[in-house]
């Protein structure tokens, strides 16, 4: 069956490091996003790509990254970890085209950084 | 842009009752709307959606949602909640038209079941 993975499922790390976390589709959807999960918050979009060497910032990009070479990962990175930064990071992706929009997501990250 | 609104963070309601989850959104046109569950240390799983085939939308676990255009609102129901329906409910937006592919989501409602 089609899914999404993300890994690690939990990250400690220390102020300033360097992050990158993965996430792997076997959709084979175009579509895939980034969110994290804050408590009063709900989910809030980091950044997306509507394909290959596509990627666009969503409402809190800043200190955040992405890159996208080939269909199947969109892996985040957080260039210099900071406190406000630990929450829990989802990813999701969904197909192209008219219709339906649904997006599927992946099991999580929970990210601390200390 | 648009938005939604969840009323209510927090619905406690006890075992065999009626849930009812509000949703509104903000929209120049009717949209796309979902509904996602997420049980604990999940990820967020469809319930249902409306893509303007029909206003009364039936999706997984007996949850049901209908879409009134005249109060911008699509409220989740199920008349009777099971201990296993406790989890957070998301309400998400998504513009019908172009190549605008992404969700605009609300802050959520947590559902408590008590025995």
């Known amino acids: 069956d089609a899914e999404i993975t993300q890994s690690p499922r939990h990250k400690i790390t220390e102020t300033g490091r360097q992050v990158t976390l993965a996430c792997h589709q076997t959709?084979?959807?175009?579509?895939m996003f980034w969110y994290r999960q804050d408590l009063g918050h709900g989910l809030r979009l980091i950044h997306y790509?509507?394909?290959?060497?596509?990627?666009n910032k969503g409402e809190v990009s800043d200190g955040y990254s992405v890159s996208r070479s080939n269909t199947e990962d969109l892996p985040l990175t957080l260039e210099s970890a900071a406190s406000s930064q630990t929450s829990v990071y989802f990813c999701?992706?969904?197909?192209?085209?008219?219709?339906?929009?649904?997006?599927?997501f992946g099991p999580g990250t929970r990210l601390l950084v200390l | 842009a648009q938005s939604v609104t969840q009323l209510g963070s927090h619905v406690s309601v006890s075992e065999g009752a009626l849930v009812l989850l509000r949703c509104n959104y903000s929209?120049?046109?009717?949209?796309?709307l979902f509904w996602y569950v997420q049980y604990p240390n999940q990820g967020l799983q469809l319930l249902l959606k409306?893509?303007?085939?029909?206003?009364l939308v039936k999706g997984i676990n007996g949850f049901e949602a209908e879409f009134k255009k005249s109060e911008t609102s699509f409220h989740l129901t199920k008349p009777s909640a099971h201990m296993s329906d406790a989890a957070e409910y998301f309400c998400?937006?998504?513009?019908?038209?172009?190549?605008?592919?992404?969700?605009?989501f609300g802050k959520g409602t947590l559902l408590t079941v008590n025995p």
């Open positions: 999701a992706s969904s197909e192209t085209g008219t219709g339906s929009k649904t997006q599927y």
């Open positions: 998400a937006v998504s513009d019908p038209g172009g190549s605008n592919y992404k969700l605009t």
């Open positions: 790509s509507y394909g290959v060497q596509d990627t």
């Open positions: 959709w084979n959807h175009n579509n």
């Open positions: 929209s120049s046109v009717p949209p796309y």
């Open positions: 409306y893509t303007s085939a029909a206003t």
